[in-house]
């Protein structure tokens, strides 16, 4: 996924050139309702024109630079790509399996994926997972008397 | 008025202590690199709904002001700055620390933030209420003008892609337009769900920009994550600077406060900006600019005063006219319509009471940092300590806590994850997120005021150049904008002759 600079100009472009065609596609979809008005979807055609005449600007720009070699960056694509699938995992089950267990299982697996092998310290991980969603938790449904989820196992 | 105030801030025991753990927070996710002041503001804002709504702006306010002043503890003893605010502190506080005299170098950049602080917060005092009485002649006209004058200001000048600032900006603005229209009420862009009725809530998009995009980001860059390990030790007796001494830098001083001042009241320049420019200009009006860089106090003091002004100063367009300049003011707006508080013009008449309180809890929060940043500097050095790969993840629990507590709406958790990848890509593709998150904000604003400009005119676009406050604020959008591209295009040119590729870094705040 290391992209040259250019590369990345002209995907930026060919992404809001799409989203600003779909907008205005969108927008002539709005019923005017009020006789001396502009109309609900006057205000976005003219976002989603505006978008549509600076993506192809630079579109044009873009297919003009020249390529350069980007810095070889130092990333690590599992870390990543785990992170994120973490996080997804969590949003999706935070409702239905509810705040602690789901956050008990975040906790540690994302800690996991961050702390480099070598440092491992499966107590203190245990721990920080265990004891921290209990205390926001408490905290939470307790102290500042907003409730988050219970979950199926009724906690 | 006033008395109202002082009895909800001064005399409420809750209040100053909400303001104490305000700046306490303020200061621990300003001093470790990797938690920024607008992640702590973001974290607590939905904690703030459900309080008075004096005790919830108080500490937003004691947050802030902890954020911005904890950057420097890093930026000396780690050489990181701790937010982007205190970049240039990092050019003398490193060698200070080089020199052996970080713990110098930590006592006046305390001692010079407050004062920055207390500058622009007297400023603020005074400025404010003038310029809301000027403010109250504002017809839609005025703020359709100034609400595009902002956003050409913060696409402009956030990052160095003009056009990539611009469609940030103009995406921002498409964001804002799901959901209930104004003036009419139609229901657009919802694509069948309820959920949209509303809109995306600020804080839902905030928290997926602003932190759950960093935490993904660390997880890319997890080799690092372990950093260089190495902290100055300090040592350090009173403020480290004799009262006599510090005041013997009062030009400086006083010019980099009010660099700091003008960059916070334009919207989109931010701290990291202000913290620069006012290092090069206090440089450039030295005696010895040669020494600048090599470890003097002169350049703490630059940096740190000027980075402190901006809080007050960015405090004045948001009272006024509502208009947030940067991200941690574009929070505090959402913690001031919560609570029903308006702010504009008429913000004086409707709610002084909790303008006059935000100013005493500025200045309480101000005092407070003073002395706990450098009464618990141990504490905070140690805890730049605390390994990240803890940190984070709590930190990203917290924000799904945010995303579900502002509506109890699991759509709004599962948004935030979403935003949080769209933050990744606009990373990945270096287009700023600043101007997105201020054109969503102003996105409304701008077209409710048009559209009711335009229904007092019958349509006649004339009157946005005919009411002259409107143009003139139209006239400066357009200079801004040819101004950017004339610089753009020149530092083109220099990079084809010299057969580089300027590289592009984001402002972040």
């Known amino acids: ?68 070699e980007s810095k070889a960056s130092n990333s690590d694509m599992a870390g990543g790509w785990m992170t994120i699938a973490l996080i997804g995992i969590y949003v999706l089950a935070f409702n239905p399996v509810g705040f602690i267990i789901s956050t008990i299982v975040y906790l540690f697996a994302q800690i996991l994926v961050l702390t480099p092998k070598e440092k491992r310290n499966w107590i203190t991980i245990s721990a920080i997972s265990i004891i921290a969603p209990f205390a926001l938790y408490a905290l939470f449904t307790h102290v500042i008397s907003s409730p988050l989820p219970k979950g199926i196992f009724g906690f | 008025m006033v008395s109202q105030a002082i009895h909800m801030v001064l005399l409420n025991p809750i209040c100053l202590g909400l303001i104490f753990i305000g700046v306490v927070i303020g200061i621990i996710f300003g001093s470790i690199p990797g938690l920024s002041a607008s992640m702590a503001l973001i974290l607590f804002l939905p904690m703030s709904f459900g309080m008075e709504p004096m005790n919830g702006i108080a500490l937003l306010v004691g947050l802030y002001l902890g954020g911005i002043s904890g950057g420097l503890i890093s930026a000396i003893l780690l050489k990181i700055p701790g937010t982007a605010s205190s970049i240039a502190t990092v050019f003398d506080g490193g060698p200070l620390a080089d020199k052996g005299e970080a713990g110098k170098a930590l006592g006046v950049g305390i001692l010079t933030s407050f004062i920055g602080g207390l500058i622009s917060i007297f400023a603020l005092m005074f400025i404010s209420p003038y310029l809301a009485k000027v403010t109250l002649a504002f017809t839609s006209a005025e703020y359709f003008s100034i609400a595009v004058f902002a956003l050409t200001i913060i696409s402009s000048l956030s990052g160095n892609s003009l056009l990539n600032g611009i469609l940030a900006g103009l995406f921002g603005i498409a964001l804002s337009l799901v959901g209930i229209a104004p003036v009419d009420g139609a229901i657009r862009f919802t694509f069948g769900h309820s959920q949209l009725y509303g809109g995306f809530d600020t804080v839902v998009i905030l928290i997926g920009l602003y932190a759950v995009t960093d935490i993904i980001r660390t997880g890319f860059e997890r080799r690092d994550i372990l950093g260089d390990g190495s902290k100055y030790s300090y040592s350090l007796k009173g403020y480290g600077i004799s009262f006599k001494d510090y005041i013997s830098h009062w030009r400086l001083i006083i010019q980099s406060a009010l660099i700091g001042l003008g960059i916070g009241i334009l919207p989109g320049i931010g701290g990291s900006t202000s913290s620069l420019l006012a290092y090069t200009a206090g440089k450039s009006t030295s005696k010895y600019p040669e020494k600048w860089g090599t470890g003097i106090i002169d350049g703490i003091i630059a940096s740190e005063t000027s980075n402190n002004a901006v809080i007050g100063g960015s405090l004045i367009p948001l009272i006024t006219m509502g208009i947030p300049g940067n991200v941690a003011t574009a929070i505090f707006l959402g913690g001031l319509t919560i609570h029903g508080i308006a702010p504009g013009p008429l913000i004086f008449m409707k709610s002084g009471q909790y303008v006059y309180g935000i100013f005493i809890s500025l200045l309480v929060a101000n005092v407070i940092m003073l002395i706990c940043e450098r009464a618990g500097l141990r504490v905070f050095v140690k805890l730049l300590d605390i390994p990240k790969y803890y940190l984070l993840p709590v930190v990203l629990v917290c924000c799904v806590i945010g995303a579900y507590c502002s509506n109890f709406s699991i759509f709004d958790v599962w948004s935030v994850a ?32 048009m559209r009711q400009a335009l229904m007092q005119t019958g349509g006649s676009w004339s009157i946005f150049v005919t009411r002259p406050i409107s143009l003139i604020f139209l006239l400066i959008a357009v200079a801004s904008v040819a101004m950017t591209i004339r610089k753009q295009v020149l530092k083109a040119k220099a990079a084809k002759v010299a057969g580089t590729v300027v590289e592009e870094e984001e402002e972040e705040e």
């Open chain 2, 418 to 449: 979403v935003f949080g990848l769209m933050g990744l890509l606009f990373k990945y593709l270096k287009v700023p997120s600043t101007p997105m998150i201020i054109g969503y904000i102003l996105g409304s604003m701008t077209e409710e005021n």
């Open chain 1, 1 to 68: 996924m290391n992209l040259s600079n250019k590369k990345k100009s002209i995907l930026t472009s060919v992404l809001f050139l799409i989203f600003g065609v779909f907008l205005f596609v969108q927008a002539t979809g709005v019923k005017h309702m009020m006789k001396n008005d502009v109309g609900s979807g006057f205000f976005p055609k003219v976002i989603a024109i505006a978008i549509i005449v600076a993506a192809a600007i630079r579109l044009v720009m873009a297919l003009r630079e020249k390529e350069s």
